[in-house]
Nanobody, 124 residues
Framework: QVQLVESGGGLVQAGGSLRLSCAAS????????MGWFRQAPGKEREFVAT????????YYSDSVKGRFSIFRDNAKNTVYLQMNSLKPEDTARYYC?????????????????WGQGTQVTVSS
């Protein structure tokens, strides 16, 4: 079983940056693809970014492409989401997820372990 704990969320002004971290425990994530999703109040959870097991492949939603960057440090069993040029519409709870598959995946159904999330609020 993989336990995921997100951190790094907070309140930031539009145009600012935040770096989210997702620390895994109980089991290595080195062979697993990882993803970030987000959910705003009253909306469904949506895909944000995903990274393959070795970091060699990444994929982003159109809404964050060019502004967000996902990367990982398997030695630290941690995945990150660097968020730049934040917009008010990025306000949401951000969730880290782990997939048993090695290649990056956009669908939430491919992920079997989820963290509790960290809140990101972007003020205008």
């Amino acid at each position: 079983q993989v336990q995921l704990v997100e951190s790094g969320g907070g309140l930031v002004q539009a145009g600012g940056s935040l770096r989210l971290s997702c620390a895994a425990s109980r089991r290595t994530i080195g062979s697993r693809a990882m993803g970030w999703f987000r959910q705003a109040p009253g909306k469904e959870r949506e895909f944000v970014a995903t990274i393959s097991w070795n970091g060699g492949s990444t994929y982003y939603s159109d809404s964050v492409k060019g502004r967000f960057s996902i990367f990982r440090d398997n030695a630290k069993n941690t995945v990150y989401l660097q968020m730049n040029s934040l917009k008010p519409e990025d306000t949401a709870r951000y969730y880290c997820a782990s997939s048993p598959l090695p290649t990056d995946r956009t669908g939430s159904g491919y992920y079997d372990y989820w963290g509790q999330g960290t809140q990101v609020t972007v003020s205008s």
